[in-house]
Each structure stands twice: as C-alpha cells, then as structure tokens.
C-alpha cells in the first residue's frame, strides 16, 4: 500500500492477535488508529503466518503491510507506536486498559477454552 497513512491519534486496545484479530487490527492501522495488541504468553493462533501475535516469538513480525513489534511493557508500547508500528504486548487480564484509557477495546479473542470470568472494563474518558 503506497498511501501515506494518517494518524487520528486514537488509541485502540484490541484484546487478542490471532488471524481473525490481526483483520480488524489490519483495518484499524490503515485508517490511522494507534493500535495495541494483547496476547496472552504462549498464545494459541493456529495460522500463526497470518497472525499478529507472532511477534511475541520473533520480537518483529509484518502481516502483509503491518508491522508489530514485542513490547515489554507498557512505556515500550508507547515508542514502538510513536514509530508507525504496532505493539504486541502481552497482558492476559489486560490491566493495561485502565492505565493507557484507549478510546476502544475490542474483544477478538477466539477462546480455545470456556472462560470462567469476564471482565467488564469502564473507562471514563
């Protein structure tokens, strides 16, 4: 994709980096949200060629036209997402929600097993 992308500066927190994940995430980065991805330590997408998530094993990782990078913590996210790419960071619970107050989260985890609690988060923004 040749075009430049423009940045709205809105931060969207998008729970989940599997193939299906990594579409929406895709989407989002092209029309110019800041994008964080949360992924769990050793996480379960079966197409890991099409999967965002992969850059927790490799540290960098490109779907297509999306560049993600490992993120150790949540200060990392912050530099990996000022150089136009999109941090994987992993975070389970997603207690980085509360901290960083994105103006979206999106639930795209494909869960491989019942969760036993949800979590609601309420921001106030």
Not at 36 to 59: F, M, N, Q, W
Request: hydrophobic fraction near 45%; glycine fraction near 8%.
């Amino acid at each position: 994709m040749g075009e430049k992308r423009v940045n709205t500066g809105q931060l969207v927190i998008v729970r989940g980096g599997g193939d299906l994940a990594t579409g929406v995430v895709q989407k989002l980065w092209r029309c110019g949200f800041l994008v964080i991805v949360l992924e769990v330590a050793k996480p379960l997408a079966i197409r890991r060629t099409v999967s965002i998530s992969t850059a927790i094993e490799y540290g960098e990782y490109q779907v297509e036209d999306v560049p993600a990078v490992y993120a150790a913590d949540s200060e990392m996210c912050q530099e990996i997402l000022s150089s136009g790419k999109v941090p994987v960071l992993i975070d389970e619970e997603g207690a980085v929600i509360e901290k960083l107050k994105p103006a979206y989260v999106i639930d795209a985890i494909m869960a491989k097993k019942i969760l036993v609690h949800l979590k609601q988060w309420r921001l106030s923004l």
